[in-house]
Structures are given as C-alpha cells and as structure tokens.
C-alpha cells in the first residue's frame, strides 16, 4: 500500500518506518527540515522515498496526518486533492502546556480535530487513529509490554477505510480496537489529552501503554 506521510516529525516519522519495515511503500514529506525528510528515508529503507506534499499525496492511497494542530488549515488548503483517499489522522488539539481540547477548557473547535479534517476533505474516508500512544513507543524497538500489547482506538464513518487502518495498526504491532463513528473522535481526543496529562502527571511518560482488557 502507497501511504503518504504529511508531517514527517517524531509520530508521523516514526510510523512511516514502521510501516515501511512492514512492507508498505512510504513517502516522506512536509518537514520543516527538508534534509530530516532524506535522513528518514534512509533510516526507513528501501521502501521509503520523499516528495513534497502534494505529490506524496497525489500518489499515495492512504495520507497520514501528523501535524500540528495550528497548522491543520494552512496545510490542508495546500496539500492539494484528498478525494478517494484513506486520510489517517492523529492531529491533537494539546497545545505545548498541556492546555487545549479537554474537559472543561474551551477549544477554538466545536468538533473535534478529525470532524474539522472531514469537513475540509468531505469525499475523503477519515479515520482517527494513533492519538493516545506516544512516538516514543512508536520509535523502540518494540511495542511488547511485557508479552501484550497497548491498544489504539480509532473511529470513522467509512468501514472499508476502517479495515485498512485496522490492518496498518496491526502493522505496527498495537491492538486496533474499533471505538464506532467519526463523532467519537470528540471523545478520543479528550482521551488522549487527559492520558499525556496523566502520563506526565504521574511521571510515568514515556514508558506507559493503553490496553482494553476483555473478559
């Protein structure tokens, strides 16, 4: 699968390796850094190559979102078509001192991040996924935690496009637990905002792992 990396910092060029290891074709771009995006590709393989956005885009059938949620709309109007396409997306409305979207803080969004993705791209296949790990699980060696493995939850409308991203999960060795439609994203962006704040509260970042546990 051609999978397109847009923001190639630590979570969105950590799992482009992950997923080039797994066989996936993966092109790197949208780095602040362009020889970041050539260090990468290296590091990443002979199944990793780099383009700007547009074309990586143009060329890929699933995009990955990973930038920083002030630049969503600057780099949404510029990556150029995203109709048909798989458009992953683990943008986080945290800000850097943990304010943003969590309960009871206004949020400049009334809907979550990947309803906002969906309104920009509305003939692409959304899905949220990869937003409550941290990129430094995503970059060691591996994701075992002590013979298990953590879970991502993730949510879209589209149940062809949740098959893929269920199955790129799976690729980079977490659990993929289907948490339901786009609108609970709302909640999992929550989520996410209030495990880095525990995470970091408790003094347990980075080294800790979600899992739902079943009966």
């Known amino acids: 699968m051609k ?37 990468l590709a290296v590091a990443a393989g002979n199944q990793a190559t780099v383009d700007n956005m547009k074309e990586a885009v143009a060329k890929s059938q699933v995009v990955l979102l990973a930038v920083g949620v002030s630049a969503l709309e ?10 048909g396409k798989i458009v992953v997306t683990c943008v986080s409305g945290l800000q850097p001192d943990f304010t943003g979207q969590t309960i009871g803080l206004a949020t400049n969004l009334e809907i979550s991040v990947a309803e906002r993705v969906q309104q920009l791209a509305p003939n692409a296949a959304v899905v949220e996924a990869f ?6 699980i ?5 994701r075992d935690f002590g013979g298990d493995r953590p879970s991502i939850f993730y949510c879209g409308n589209d149940s062809d496009a949740k098959k893929t991203v269920t199955q790129l999960i799976e690729d980079c060795d977490y659990e993929a637990i289907d948490a339901g439609m786009l609108i609970v994203a709302r909640s999992l962006e929550t989520l996410a905002t209030a495990w880095v704040q525990f995470a970091v509260a408790s003094q347990l970042f980075p080294n800790l792992g979600l899992k739902a546990l079943r009966r």
């Open 74 to 83: 600057e780099v949404m109007s510029a990556v150029g078509s995203l109709d």
């Open 138 to 142: 995503i970059a060691s060696e591996s």
């Open 3 to 39: 999978i397109a990396i847009v923001g190639s910092g630590n979570m969105g060029g950590g799992l482009g390796k992950l997923w080039a290891k797994a066989g996936h074709e993966v092109v790197f771009s949208y780095s602040r850094n362009p020889d970041k995006l050539q260090q």
């Open 131 to 136: 937003n409550i790990t941290f990129a430094d």
